[in-house]
T-cell receptor, first 115, second 107 residues
Framework: NAGVTQTPKFQVLKTGQSMTLQCAQDMNHEYMSWYRQDPGMGLRLIHYSVGAGITDQGEVPNGYNVSRSTTEDFPLRLLSAAPSQTSVYFC??????????????FGQGTRLTVV | RKEVEQDPGPFNVPEGATVAFNCTYS??????FFWYRQDCRKEPKLLMSVYSSGNEDGRFTAQLNRASQYISLLIRDSKLSDSATYLCVVTLNKFYFGSGTKLNVKP
């Protein structure tokens, strides 16, 4: 059972480089989201999507883009990496964040360092 | 104001102790409630859902008080393996995570 798969697990970027963090889920979930977690801090929502073709900004969207062309995939693009984007990035999916007590499933995270 | 507030801790307790974590949420329309556990450098994982009637899973008991907008988690007979950060989560069309409460269980 794959669940939520994130790639890569580790990445080092130089300032100004761009890259895409991949996230795929095989549970047919409509809701997908990206978070960043800095040392000793909680999860901060970057972007989220409630279905294919629909995305919205979270708490800290600047410097990141997303798209949702399929239900399964929700890639996160760093446009021009900055040291402030050094963090652990988590992708999560759920059938619905509303009623029904449906939990969020997380990927294993991508540890990104920008030098 | 944050959607979900938690005491960051850390809570340092001996093995066998009972420990309680609390969490408050700001929006009375919040729909679902959870406790997640996060081990160091790992992804968060669901510990248990929280219902108004209260629910128990072994040594863990969760309670929801909608009138006070308050969620609690009680851990009885703490084990070393319970050491982790516990995240309070509420939903209102998306997931809102608390910053987490760190628990250290000592021998």
């Amino acid at each position: 059972n794959a669940g939520v798969t994130q790639t890569p697990k580790f990445q080092v970027l130089k300032t100004g480089q761009s890259m895409t963090l991949q996230c795929a889920q095989d549970m047919n979930h409509e809701y997908m989201s990206w978070y960043r977690q800095d040392p000793g801090m909680g999860l901060r929502l970057i972007h989220y999507s409630v279905g294919a073709g629909i995305t919205d900004q979270g708490e800290v969207p600047n410097g990141y883009n997303v798209s949702r062309s399929t239900t399964e995939d929700f890639p996160l693009r760093l446009l021009s990496a900055a040291p402030s984007q050094t963090s652990v990035y988590f992708c999560a999916s759920s059938s619905s964040p509303g009623g029904g007590n449906t939990e969020a499933f997380f990927g294993q995270g991508t540890r990104l360092t920008v030098v | 104001r944050k959607e979900v507030e938690q005491d960051p801790g850390p809570f340092n307790v001996p093995e066998g102790a009972t420990v309680a974590f609390n969490c408050t949420y700001s929006n009375s329309a919040s729909q679902s409630f959870f406790w997640y556990r996060q081990d160091c450098r790992k992804e968060p994982k669901l510990l248990m859902s929280v219902y108004s009637s209260g629910n128990e899973d072994g040594r863990f008991t969760a309670q929801l008080n909608r009138a006070s907008q308050y969620i609690s988690l009680l851990i009885r007979d703490s084990k070393l393996s319970d050491s982790a950060t516990y995240l309070c989560v509420v939903t209102l069309n998306k997931f809102y995570f608390g910053s987490g409460t760190k628990l250290n269980v000592k021998p």
